[in-house]
């Protein structure tokens, strides 16, 4: 049986970090892709979209 996920019950260093990485996503997908445009290279797209896939799902409360 699978436990539904409740942010609410995670420990306040998590949530910390949790609420960081929210922050500073959008940035760094910002610079990822115009660091892309600039030289783009197989890794650096594939991190960026690693990157957009990570930001929309704090976008949508999915992590």
Same mark, same amino acid.
């Given at each position: 049986?699978?436990?539904?996920?409740?942010?609410? &019950? =995670?420990?306040?260093?998590?949530?910390?970090?949790?609420?960081?990485? +929210?922050?500073? /996503?959008?940035?760094?997908?910002? @610079?990822?892709?115009?660091? &892309? =445009?600039?030289?783009?290279?197989?890794?650096?797209?594939?991190?960026? +979209?690693?990157? /957009?896939?990570?930001?929309?799902? @704090?976008?949508?409360?999915?992590?």
């Amino acid at each position: 049986m699978k436990r539904k996920f409740n942010p609410h &019950t =995670l420990p306040s260093w998590l949530k910390t970090v949790r609420g960081l990485a +929210g922050q500073f /996503i959008i940035p760094f997908c910002v @610079f990822q892709g115009i660091r &892309t =445009l600039l030289l783009p290279t197989a890794f650096d797209i594939l991190f960026l +979209g690693i990157l /957009i896939l990570i930001a929309f799902a @704090f976008r949508m409360e999915l992590i």
